[in-house]
């Protein structure tokens, strides 16, 4: 599974951006597809992840700004963010895993490479 994130850019502090993840094989349907940034000096970490079933799960920080969704005849899971702080600047990954309800970063096998948010404030 190969996977492209886009849509990141420049913004200002409770602005908006929607980030599109879009995969190249027909088992992303079946997937857990997740988001994950890092910041520079800082570990990657969870954002939002969306099962097979639709069911949405999100880090706590992100709860109420950050919606994410699927479309799984696309084959593309979106990342809608809202109200955006500068602690939201981070590079953004989209990562596919087999498990149901993974968060962990070692649960997701493949991983598409980033797109820059940044968040001026």
């Known amino acids: 599974v190969q996977l492209q994130a886009s849509g990141g850019g420049l913004v200002q502090a409770g602005g908006s951006l929607r980030l599109s993840c879009v995969a190249s094989?027909?088992?992303?349907?079946?997937?857990?597809v997740g988001w994950y940034r890092q910041a520079p000096g800082k570990e990657r970490e969870f954002v939002a992840a969306i099962t097979r079933t639709a069911r949405a799960y999100y880090t706590n920080s992100v709860k109420g700004r950050f919606t994410i969704s699927r479309d799984n005849a696309l084959d593309t899971v979106d990342l809608e963010m809202n109200r955006l702080k500068p602690e939201d600047s981070a590079v953004y990954f989209c990562a596919a895993a087999r498990g149901y309800l993974a968060r962990d970063t070692n649960e997701y096998e493949y991983w598409g490479p980033g797109t820059q948010v940044t968040v001026s404030s």
């Open positions: 094989a027909n088992r992303f349907s079946i997937m857990t």
